[in-house]
């Protein structure tokens, strides 16, 4: 049984394919996730096992982030398709609102360095992908 006292507010931000299925994975772990996405048809693309709450809006709005409950969110994960949009939502989660673990989407590699001496961490979804062609390929040539 989850204590509900121990959940943690973790907000997501972006509902495409990468953002509903964490959102979905952290709700069924028990946590307080709120998802956020100016489209709402974005929404139909989460989980019928999605346990948390969707809510339409800018996520790099300042209003919409506090609506959001940013103030108390211990995780934030940034997942829409724009770098230079999750690299600001980063930024004021880092720097106004002290989130204590932020996790960004970026889908250009060099924008690591951006992210050196920060409590942000870098979700590259061409390293990932890279990662696995090399596994597999390591798996069939043993």
């Known amino acids: 049984?989850?204590?509900?006292?121990?959940?943690?507010?973790?907000?997501?931000?972006?509902?495409?394919?990468?953002?509903?299925?964490?959102?979905?994975?952290?709700?069924?772990?028990?946590?307080?996730?709120?998802?956020?996405?100016?489209?709402?048809?974005?929404?139909r693309k989460l989980d019928d096992n999605f346990s948390g709450y969707s809510m339409s809006g800018n996520g790099s709005d300042l209003e919409t982030l506090e609506n959001a409950g940013i103030k108390d969110a211990k995780i934030i994960v940034i997942t829409t398709e724009n770098d230079n949009v999750n690299l600001y939502i980063a930024q004021l989660a880092s720097l106004i609102y002290k989130v204590e673990q932020i996790y960004v989407r970026l889908n250009d590699t060099n924008k690591s360095i951006l992210l050196e001496n920060t409590n942000v961490k870098g979700i590259f979804p061409f390293d990932l992908s890279m990662k696995e062609f090399d596994r597999i390929r390591n798996e069939e040539n043993q």
């Not at 943690?8 to 956020?36: F, P, W």
């Open 1 to 43: 049984m989850i204590n509900l006292i121990d959940r943690r507010k973790v907000i997501v931000i972006g509902c495409g394919r990468l953002g509903s299925n964490i959102a979905t994975k952290l709700s069924l772990e028990g946590e307080n996730v709120i998802i956020l996405d100016e489209n709402l048809n974005a929404f």
